[in-house]
């Protein structure tokens, strides 16, 4: 008969560890949460676009934030950004979801606040307010005619010989 020395571990140690290892990240990043918005521009044409970063502080949601209504705007997703930091065992986390808008009016526009919902908590982000101007017209679109006077250094050069092109 073999005499095993080695003790085993109850599987109820175990399972209760990892349910432990599972949960205490949730809890120790969700004592911080907050939301925010931001936009890369406030004033822009309407052959432009802009960027909303809507970001999560404090807790890795596998959810997307609920952005307000947009009727003025095409809206966009152009993916997520996450960031994990640990300073001297602090961790902090966010993730960044951020849109593509791209406006049909010009006119000013307030973009709501983003919404999120955790466990029955509600997040608000803060309103941004966006300046969409007429765009302004171009060379082409204002018919006129123009005139330019050009001349070469060279009236017959040789053939692969530096000529000087100027207007």
Request: with cysteine.
């Amino acid at each position: 008969m073999k005499n095993n020395s080695k003790k085993k571990c109850p599987v109820w140690i175990i399972v209760s560890t990892l349910v432990f290892i599972a949960i205490t990240p949730g809890i120790v990043l969700a004592k911080g949460i907050s939301i925010s918005s931001s936009v890369d521009k406030n004033h822009l044409t309407l052959e432009d676009s802009i960027e909303l970063s809507v970001t999560v502080y404090g807790f890795r949601s596998p959810s997307k934030p609920e952005l307000p209504p947009l009727p003025d705007f095409q809206v966009r997703s152009t993916g997520t950004q996450s960031s994990t930091q640990i300073f001297n065992s602090d961790v902090q986390t966010s993730i960044t979801h951020k849109y593509l808008l791209i406006p049909k009016n010009f006119g000013k526009f307030v973009i709501g606040p983003a919404i999120l919902n955790i466990s029955g908590s509600v997040y608000k982000s803060n309103p941004i307010t966006v300046t969409v101007e007429k765009s302004k017209p171009t060379m082409a679109d204002r018919n006129k005619n123009i005139f330019i006077e050009t001349s070469v250094s060279k009236k017959e050069p040789y053939i692969n010989e530096q000529v000087v092109y100027t207007f």
